[in-house]
């Protein structure tokens, strides 16, 4: 009682799958590239857009004029032999030659949390 808290060690199964490689994020130029294509696209759809150039990596930030507060970041990293879409939470979203469907699929991912933003029973108590 009172003590440390010590750590112990946990045995993985045989049979655990590896982790998965940490991508590796493309330099500035090909980044910038890529998600200007992806910020018209989603600009075209209604979305708002920002592309950061502030840090390590470039971001592209995506979310609606309503609730600027709710959005998603996009990157592009390096995997399965092209260069990809790479949301903020680390789902691949798509190849970066499928601009149109890396767009959409942001849609799907951000119009879920636009929508509860402005539900109206959301405050209500049960």
């Known amino acids: 009682m009172g003590g440390a808290e010590v750590a112990r060690s946990v045995w993985l199964p045989p049979s655990a799958p590896t982790a998965l490689p940490l991508p590796v994020y493309s330099g500035p130029w090909r980044a910038r590239w890529h998600l200007t294509l992806l910020a018209q696209v989603l600009r ?17 930030r995506v979310y609606s004029k309503c609730t600027p507060t709710i959005g998603e970041s996009v990157s592009v990293a390096w995997g399965d032999g092209a260069w990809w879409y790479l949301s903020s939470t680390g789902l691949w979203l798509t190849p970066c030659r499928k601009v149109e469907l890396a767009a959409a699929k942001v849609g799907i991912l951000l119009t879920p949390w636009v929508a509860a933003a402005f539900d109206p029973l959301r405050n209500e108590k049960h």
């Open 44 to 60: 075209r759809d209604g979305w708002k857009t920002e592309l950061r150039t502030v840090g390590p990596r470039r971001l592209l």
